[in-house]
């Protein structure tokens, strides 16, 4: 008689997520960043764009947080509790897209490089490098001022900074996969190399890329805070925690919280992705567990 | 000889690296009928994994080269395949199993998977039901409860994962399996097993079998022919009982016979071969094993020795010479 056996069941994410759960300060920005995320998803529920985030209304200019506003009014009358909360679908959407941009572009190229080596590695992480040599600031500095200022050239500069830093950490992964024997019985079964990229490789090298990307979102947001501090990225009368920034530096004496709570809200998103970035990096490395 | 599956010859394959050429092998024949199983016998170093990786044309890029002689599989040439054609024939016709089954599973996918991806990419006229059978049938002529197919790699132990790959290289029903020392990194217990299921497999399904092994006593259990490997060459080749109970031996078979601990055997200690594989980079002249042969002569250190064919059963060295004669 055949006796039913139970197995312990128990995957690779239940596994990861279980050691990310231990994880204290990676727990605090994870959840620091699900709020900010809610809270961006539902701007529109909890302050009206039109009148509280760009409609003006100098009665009320440079009014001290209270009741009626929390963190006080600007220079325009404008609520910047409700302009921080607008403000965080442009620093979250903006950062999101060019992480996945630059993720996605530069995957390809770092797998490529890596899987192939060779002249093709040769060419393509020369190139690389002096993408690299430039600070990511200073090129997207760069880059912006020589397309015009928008938001789609803000996208592009944040990928064309960031795409090499990925190309670099998906190949040095991929250098170390390629070699395993898996890769090989793969082939001598019969499958071909875009295959085995995309279906043995890179999904082997998901925990680095997770991690790269959360750290990366990161430095994204504050590129753009930058960028738009500058006048480069965002412009207003959009709400960007930059601009705001920049728009609260000329009465800064008498009324710091222009410029306290939007860099409050920059320093809380960076921080709560780095946290949750160095968690899942701890919790993805197979030699710490447990 | 249209019986032949497989047919090497003269094969001559060599590693280039920035300081030196390596002779990896340095002319072998071998031959492979249908059904039979072809033990590849040899210490670290001898070539037996160059000789699978030539067959299945996976030797290291710009590394490794095929510098003469022929593989026919089926009376085709396997050199002169494209790649394309080549990936059409690795493991539809001909595949082959890892020797170490940590590695050679992927651990991010489920093992049901792996099995499905031989079929996928060899049988895409199957529908998904029937390819999901042949995996769960597959899984249980292994000895693998097919339940057990939406699980991890490493979930399973070192001799279920061997299965596994077993299964995988047997998915697609080949003519030919290569197994590149199957059992050598699993327990005593489990080799047993395993070599039997990779046996009763064989037969039910046809395939001949080219086992690569440093092991005797896997040899002796599972093989018809036995081909012994020395730095690139064979130097001694025939049926099981030839190199079993046969007379006359390679010295180096002998060598190899001598370190084997036997059960029954009154000795105190084993006689092992003196010395160490030669560097391939620099093989020695003449007889490539008389630095380290007992019977060496002024003859071997000069002359390399032809091959000696009797009955089927060759041998490489000088001394044979007379007896053939």
């Known amino acids: 008689m055949k006796t039913k056996q139970t ?77 921080i909360i607008h403000g965080s679908r442009l620093s979250l959407s903006l950062s999101i897209i060019a992480m996945t941009v630059a993720v996605a572009i530069g995957s390809c190229i770092g797998a490529v490089a890596g899987y192939y ?93 997770i991690v790269e990307a959360t750290l990366t979102m990161g430095a994204a947001i504050l590129i753009i805070s930058s960028l738009s501090f500058m006048g480069l990225g965002i412009q207003p ?54 | 000889m249209s019986e032949a599956l497989l047919e090497i010859k003269d094969l001559v394959v060599e590693y280039h690296t920035d300081e030196d050429d390596v002779h990896a092998l340095n002319g072998i024949t071998l031959s492979l009928d249908k059904g039979e199983t072809l033990g590849l016998v040899g210490e670290t170093g001898a070539g037996k994994t160059t000789t699978a990786l030539s067959i299945m044309r996976l030797l290291p890029k710009r590394i490794g080269e095929v510098k003469g002689g022929e593989i026919r599989f089926e009376g085709q040439d396997l050199l002169a395949r494209t790649e394309a054609e080549m990936r059409l024939i690795r493991g539809e016709s001909i595949s082959m199993i890892f020797q170490d089954p940590m590695t050679s ?9 792996q099995i499905l991806e031989a079929l996928k ?55 030919l399996l290569i197994a590149d020392e199957p059992t050598t990194a699993l327990d005593v217990t489990i080799q047993a097993q395993v070599l039997q299921m990779m046996n009763d497999l064989k037969t039910k399904l046809d ?35 030839d190199i079993f109970l046969g007379s006359r031996h390679h010295p ?30 620099a093989l020695p002249e003449g007889c490539r094993f008389h ?8 003859r071997c250190r000069a002359e390399a020795p032809a091959q000696y064919l009797r009955n089927g059963h060759m041998i490489r060295c000088h001394r044979m010479e007379e007896e053939v004669r």
């Open chain 1, 7 to 83: 197995y312990k069941k128990r995957s690779q994410f239940s596994a990861v997520w279980r050691r990310l759960k231990k994880n204290k300060l990676a727990m605090l920005g994870l959840v620091i960043l699900t709020a900010m995320i809610l809270i961006a998803v539902c701007a529109d529920l909890l302050a009206d764009y039109d009148t509280a985030v760009i409609g003006q209304n100098m009665a009320e200019r440079l009014q001290g947080p209270s009741g009626s506003h929390w963190f006080g009014t600007d220079q325009f009358g404008r609520d910047v509790l409700a302009r």
């Open chain 1, 117 to 209: 080596g060779g002249r093709v590695d040769d060419v393509l992480m020369r190139l690389m490098d002096i993408l690299l040599a430039i600070p990511p600031m200073l090129m997207s500095i760069s880059i912006v001022a020589a397309l015009g200022q928008s938001m789609v050239n803000l996208l592009i500069a944040l990928a064309i900074a960031y795409v090499p830093v990925f190309a670099r950490v998906i190949r040095s992964t991929i250098l170390s996969i390629k070699g395993q024997e898996f890769v090989e019985a793969a082939r001598a079964c019969g499958t071909g190399n875009a295959r085995i990229i995309l279906r043995h490789i890179i999904p082997n090298a998901i925990g680095p890329i």
């Open chain 1, 237 to 290: 009368p959009a709400p960007e925690w930059g601009t705001m920034l920049y728009e609260g530096r000329d009465v800064i004496r008498n009324d710091p919280y222009l410029v306290i709570f939007p860099g409050a809200a920059i320093a809380l998103a960076v921080m709560s992705l780095n946290l949750l970035g160095d968690g899942l990096r701890d919790a993805l490395d197979p030699r710490l567990k447990n």
């Open chain 2, 105 to 113: 599973l992927n651990p991010v996918i489920r093992v049901g998977d």
């Open chain 2, 121 to 175: 990419l060899h049988r895409p006229d199957m529908s998904r039901a029937e390819q999901a059978k042949k995996v769960d049938e597959m899984l249980e002529m292994v000895g693998i409860p097919a339940a057990r197919k939406r699980e991890y790699p490493h979930q399973f132990s070192g001799g279920m994962k061997q299965r596994v790959v077993i299964a995988i290289a047997l998915a697609l029903e080949p003519r």
């Open chain 2, 207 to 241: 395939t001949s079998m080219l086992l690569i092994t440093h092991d005797l006593g896997v040899v002796s259990q599972t093989c018809d022919k036995v081909a012994v490997m020395y730095a690139g060459e064979v130097v001694e080749y025939g049926r099981a009982e």
């Open chain 2, 252 to 281: 180096y078979t002998e060598g190899l016979f001598g370190s084997l601990p036997g059960l029954n055997a009154s000795a105190k200690r084993l006689s092992p071969i003196d010395g160490l594989m030669p560097d391939p980079t």
């Open chain 2, 291 to 298: 630095p380290r042969c007992p019977h060496c002569t002024e």
